[in-house]
């Protein structure tokens, strides 16, 4: 004989186990059912109780009641209520999922135009955020010389300046590493206080080779926006502490 | 629960008359099981006018595996007579139960019992219908 070892609860449960399933509509008791299950006592309780209920189900209804019922269920179940909503625990648990609703429909909203590499560049945003015009080697030259410099003395290819941005007089500049160990090349310029960042596009894990993306793409970070580009393998942002308004009419009309 | 159809079918007129009354009154009632709950009290309010079983120490045999075998060979008014005579609240928590209509909650609160009332009404209505069966339709005849 298969016996089962049951708490209290789960013993007073099981003695109430309700004969059809789709009556066993509560956590506590499906899980007593579910333990008890494998006792050959409780297979003999459910035997027994289906066979009373079989039996009980053969009870003629005259046919007088029987019209009362013949389209309605014997137990009409609750249907949701204003009451309920009012209900503190019910409200608190609406809120939550508004909340969580509205955290996933920003998240949406910021990463909808998101780019390859548009996580670093936010990081990018938040360096020029905090940086301070005595951090860059003082340089003042056109933006556009500066591609020599950085392939001259730091040997980065292709970390030119977009034309767009090329003829801004520049204040200073600097390369240094980023967390990911990746070469990052900052300008600072004279127009509004813009800076310029040069930086590998993202690649590929499997193929090494650089994710493309065409036209201007916009990121925005604590107050801050820059507009990228991507060409030869490294990305070109501009940033300014503003809106996407203040940068648009920087950059061709060929912004996707 | 009366185990009389005549007297189950005038306590259903009844609850359904109160039930037409309120309504028109405009005062429906909220609670879902009301019409349960009225007619439950209408039961045993009628039951307290008629016959009652004299209330005895019923023997309690272990639930067999051929209890089913010997339930089928009963006459639902044989069961209806049982049931109809255990002492209140058994009576009711075992009429509810065998409706399988109810959950355990629902009976609960229909029959207001707290859970280890009700788990114990069942399981000892379960050992005493058994030895009843016993006595009633002994297993040998039923298989």
Redesign the interface.
Known sequence: MRIVRLSRRQRLLANCAPISEELMNDRSMRTAVFRARASDEFADQQSFDRAVATLVRSVPVPPEIGEWFSSENLVPRSKWKWKMAQNPAVLAVAIALAVIAGVFVLQFLEHRHDFPGAEGARKLLMVAASTRSVLLDPVRTDAGALGDLFFMKHQLEHYDVAPEFADFRTLGCRVFDDEEGHRVAQIWVIEKGMQFFLFPAERNAKTGAAVEFSGWRYVEQEGWTGVVQERNGVCFMAALHGREKDLAPYVSKTKE | MLGD?RRA?EV?QAT?REATLLCANGETPSD??WF?RDARWRCLETSEHGLRAEDVELQKHD???S??AQ??R?D?NQ??TWISAAPEPQRTALAL???????????LSLAELR??E???L??DG?RQ??AWLNATVPQKEAK
């Not at chain 2, 139960?97 to 009976?107: A, K, Q, S, T």
């Open positions: 159809p079918q259903f359904l879902p099981f349960f639930l067999s595996p209890a089913p339930i089928e009963l639902i069961l209806a139960f065998y409706l399988d209509e109810f959950n355990h909650r629902e009976i859970i280890g009700l788990s114990r069942l399981a379960r219908l058994q």
